[in-house]
């Protein structure tokens, strides 16, 4: 529950983010055409003309401008095209469901092209189940297609005006979103010192919050170095954007760094509050840098410097007095780990005064900065946005092989059914069980699952929520006005939220339609609950049964991969800690391709989780998860100058047994063959950075053994 201020910083969030943005946007460029056509009489002939803005402002997601810019095009032209299409085979119902069994593949196999041009195809497959509403005017077919591509160029103009007036404000809100999301990654990093903790739940959170902050990191990334190519003459704020976000990215790295094994840590400090100290001392951390982040998004300069001098002060001297009164080597090895969690404290808040300077244009970034992304940031996006446009990606995708190709006929074959289903119990309105399962059907089944449940309490909702507004509210200038504002809301919590989304949507579809036919929009409730019911049993079968995709059977795969990327990070680490600089840039290639790996991993894995009966399957995988996830931050946390009090000999020893160790947990998994393990736990006497990776070397190779004698 959200309490005084809270509720004020959340609205602010939401209200400065691009989503709102989005939402306005959205919502301006098909309300203004909408209020002029109202006062002239045109709105029954001028649909058309409002769909083809509506469904064109849905592909103009956050991006480069150029990719929203040929987006809209390709949306303009698709659903123009299924327009002509849906017109003229409309009265042939062979031809008809012919139509839509061959566009709903090809539309729906675009998404190999990136998630922009998924989102183009997914809405000319709408636009073309719309234009099957008995309900329309299948005359006029040219002037309805004619009028569809003016609204789509209408929105495009005014989408494209919007940019060339603010150009950095997209970037500005994503870039603040960013922050946010770092802050959220504190905070489930915080939750690790908080008395009774649970670890397994916290690593949980924070790997969860980890791919959400990489996921808008890819985003971020391509947004502000394509940005910046349309403006020719590079401004301060400009810089200051650029070096904001290189700063959050050397932030967001150091927040993964991890000393300690937290349960050890709690055991060692139980009868002390120290641990209660760091996590407020964090949750402080979590709550500047979101002030900050708050106001980057609204794109104004930071008032005030986070002022954390004295509470480190206070943290380091009570740290100092309970290890004066503590014995025994595993404490002081806890303690000397919050000792170093101190400094990185430390680091991340000299960082927040930079981010504050950077928004007060204070610091003097240099003009001659080159305008491309240095060489260190540079890494694989775990899902690209965009491709380049080759006939020939389609025809290397018609295979089963291709998770895109399974989705276009895991939809072609719903959308038949649905077809033949609402043909046979008689639905008037069929195309709203079509609309049901393209608009739930997804490629990845637990977002489907989740999609199908959210649709129809959404629909439930909404319509519980109109019917009493209509029954209460006949003023039609006060329906006018919450029509408006519902409009807004839904295309608000299009990408955020989407049972708010369908809420919102329903009550504005139901009062459009009580002031389009104020007699029959009772009965049109009634046959929606039917088409929706219908539609959502639909998308869960071919979900769960028509070609699927699961998570589970690409896992082995990804932690293999995990365990490469590791591996190499491991190795480059000791390269570039014994030879500064010489191994810098093979460093970060290999940091970054752990950290997106490690993504990937968590991402799927809490995917996998929602899929039928690998719930009880898990728990080997978790904890490979876990120790991976743990392992890439202690190989970030390396240092030189820990290792400068190893002896040599023993630093080249374990170096190479942990490479043999994460190099036989591969062989484990790619052969389904168990490997055994070189120990070397008796060759050391203290604990060190070294052993403790060696430590987790050896737990990771356990667990892919246990995991390989699990599957004979």
């Not at 919502?27 to 002029?36: Q, S």
């Not at 709408?126 to 002037?143: I, Q, T």
């Not at 033949?420 to 309105?429: I, M």
């Not at 393990?677 to 987790?696: C, D, G, V």
């Amino acid at each position: 529950m959200y309490i005084g201020k809270d509720y004020i910083k959340e609205i602010q969030k939401f209200t400065t983010s691009h989503y709102w943005n989005s939402g306005v946007r959205i919502t301006t460029g098909v309300m203004i055409p909408m209020l002029i056509m109202v006062q002239k009489g045109w709105l029954s002939e001028g649909i058309p003309f409002l769909w083809g803005a509506l469904f064109v402002s849905l592909t103009d997601t956050p991006g480069p401008i150029n990719h929203r810019r040929n987006g809209m095009i390709a949306g303009t032209v698709l659903n123009t095209a299924a327009v002509l299409l849906t017109g003229a085979v409309y009265e042939l119902q062979g031809l008809l469901l012919i139509e839509v069994l061959v566009l709903s593949f090809f539309f729906s196999l675009l998404g190999i092209y990136g998630t922009r041009a998924g989102a183009v195809g997914t809405l000319a497959i709408v636009v073309m189940v719309l234009n099957m509403s008995p309900f329309r005017d299948h005359e006029n077919l040219l002037l309805n297609a004619a009028l569809t591509a003016g609204g789509g160029i209408w929105y495009a103009s005014f989408s494209i005006l919007l940019f060339r007036l603010q150009p950095y404000r997209l970037v500005e809100q994503a870039l603040g979103e960013n922050l946010l999301q770092i802050a959220d990654y504190i905070r489930a990093r915080a939750k690790f010192y908080k008395e009774g903790a649970d670890i397994d739940a916290c690593f949980r959170r924070v790997m969860q919050e980890q791919v959400d902050v990489l996921k808008n990191q890819n985003q971020l990334r391509e947004l502000i170095f394509r940005t910046r190519q349309f403006v020719s003459d590079p401004s301060p704020k400009s810089r200051s954007i650029m070096m904001i976000f290189l700063e959050s990215l050397d932030m967001f790295e150091e927040t993964m760094y991890v000393y300690q094994d937290y349960k050890l840590l709690h055991q060692h400090t139980r009868h002390t509050d120290i641990l209660r100290k760091f996590h407020a001392m964090i949750n402080k951390l979590a709550d500047e840098l979101e002030r900050i982040g708050l106001f980057v998004q609204a794109g104004l300069p930071v008032k005030t410097t986070p002022e954390f001098g004295q509470g480190l002060n206070e943290l380091g001297h009570a740290l100092e007095v309970h290890k004066m009164s503590s014995t025994g080597v595993t404490v002081r090895q806890s303690l000397h780990a919050l000792e170093l969690t101190i400094e990185n404290i430390q680091s991340v808040v000299n960082r927040l005064g930079n981010l504050v300077l950077f928004t007060q244009l204070k610091i003097d970034v240099n003009p001659t900065l080159q305008y491309q992304e240095p060489e260190q940031y540079k890494t694989t996006n775990q899902a690209e946005t965009s491709k380049p446009i080759h006939v020939s990606l389609i025809f290397e995708n018609l295979t089963l092989r291709s998770n895109n190709f399974r989705y276009a006929a895991r939809l072609t074959l719903a959308m038949a059914i649905g077809y033949g289903a609402a043909v046979f119990f008689g639905l008037s309105h069929f195309y709203w069980v079509l609309l049901t399962i393209v608009t739930i059907l997804k490629p990845v089944y637990n977002v489907t699952r989740k999609r199908n449940i959210q649709r129809v309490i959404g629909t439930l909702g909404g319509i519980l929520a109109a019917s009493l507004i209509l029954f209460l509210i006949s003023n039609n200038t006060v329906l006018l006005i919450l029509m408006f504002a519902c409009m807004l809301m839904a295309y608000s919590f299009l990408r955020i939220n989407y049972l708010g989304f369908v809420i919102f949507l329903t009550i504005y579809v139901i009062i459009t339609f009580h002031f389009l036919n104020p007699l029959e929009f009772k009965g049109l409730i009634g046959e929606r609950l039917v088409d929706t019911f219908v539609g959502s049993v639909v998308a869960a079968i071919a979900a769960r049964f028509f070609f699927p995709v699961w998570k589970h059977e690409d896992i082995d795969g990804l932690m293999i991969k995990m365990l490469e990327a590791n591996r190499t990070y491991f190795l480059a680490a000791m390269k570039y800690l014994n030879t500064q600089p010489v191994g810098y840039g093979e460093y970060n290639a290999a940091r970054n391709n752990a950290i997106v790996a490690l993504t990937n991993l968590s991402d799927d894995f809490q995917q996998m989780l929602a899929e039928p009966g690998q719930g009880k399957k898990s728990s080997h995988i978790h904890q490979f998860v876990i120790a991976s996830h743990t392992l890439t931050s202690r190989i970030s946390a390396l240092t030189a100058k820990y290792l400068d009090y190893i002896p040599a000999e023993h630093v080249a020893n374990t170096h190479q047994i942990i490479a043999q160790l994460l190099q036989n947990s591969i062989e484990n998994l790619s052969t389904g063959k168990p490997t055994p393990a070189r120990s070397i736990a008796t060759q050391f006497k203290a604990t060190n950075p070294l052993t403790i990776i060696n430590s987790l070397a050896h737990e990771i190779h356990a667990i892919t053994q246990k995991m390989v004698v699990a599957k004979e």
